[in-house]
């Protein structure tokens, strides 16, 4: 009875999961244009990304999934967040630049790890670690994003730091609203099964993503 549910809730969290890291048009417009520092702009544009950055939300959700109590929420998110920081920074201010599937196609393996961790069905590495490093992946991803833009040189390391402020924003707005729906479901009959097809769902939207990705390297791949 739930399959045709959980179905439509894999192809809606797949189909988002596929563009998650992008810019768009609008914003991109904006941020080649940007001469100097624009504090509240920036952070407003992390936020907005963040918020509708499918990718991080997946992994996110994956992590927080089975926590129940907001200390143990707030340690993993740090990592993740410290993770994603360094490597948003340093990518854009130092010009490491990475090919953009491949990341995105390890961020899709990154949600079908935790997936499958949530089922029990493996624990490579110490949770921690895992949170950390994957952290550090999606930082690259985001930051290879934003070198395409070739934004300017003028006022760039003092924007970057207001767009991962606000990264950060986002991500705390968009962890509240997952914590209280993942505590809700909690108190219903079935939440085990509910559970297990919702991270049966993370691991499918996961899969569609690094699938769709990894294709994109070897069309563009030279």
């Known amino acids: 009875m739930l399959r045709g549910p959980v179905f439509t809730l894999i192809v809606i969290m797949a189909a988002g999961a596929a563009w998650g890291h992008g810019v768009t048009g609008g914003d991109q417009a904006y941020m080649i244009a940007s001469q100097g520092i624009h504090p509240f702009p920036f952070m407003y544009l992390g936020a907005k990304h963040m918020v509708t950055g499918y990718d991080h939300l997946l992994y996110l959700a994956g992590v927080i999934f089975f926590l129940r109590h907001i200390g143990d929420v707030a340690k993993f998110v740090s990592l993740f967040a410290v993770g994603h920081s360094i490597t948003l920074l340093y990518g854009v201010l130092s010009g490491t630049q990475v090919n953009v599937y491949l990341v995105d196609a390890i961020i899709g393996l990154s949600i079908c790890y935790k997936a499958l961790e949530n089922l029990t069905v493996i624990r490579w590495l110490d949770a921690r670690i895992a949170v950390f490093g994957f952290?550090?992946?999606?930082?690259?991803?985001?930051?290879?994003?934003?070198q395409d833009l070739a934004l300017p040189s003028d006022g760039l390391v003092g924007n970057m730091i207001f767009f991962n402020?606000?990264?950060?924003i986002g991500q705390v707005i968009a962890l509240v609203a997952l914590f209280s729906l993942s505590t809700s479901m909690r108190g219903l009959r079935f939440y085990d099964g509910i559970a297990q097809y919702i991270?049966?769902?993370?691991?499918?939207?996961?899969?569609?993503?690094?699938g769709y990705q990894l294709t994109g390297f070897f069309i563009t791949w030279r």
């Open 135 to 146: 952290g550090l992946i999606h930082g690259f991803g985001l930051s290879s994003k934003l």
């Open 165 to 168: 402020i606000g990264v950060e």
């Open 199 to 210: 991270n049966i769902g993370l691991f499918g939207a996961g899969l569609v993503l690094f």
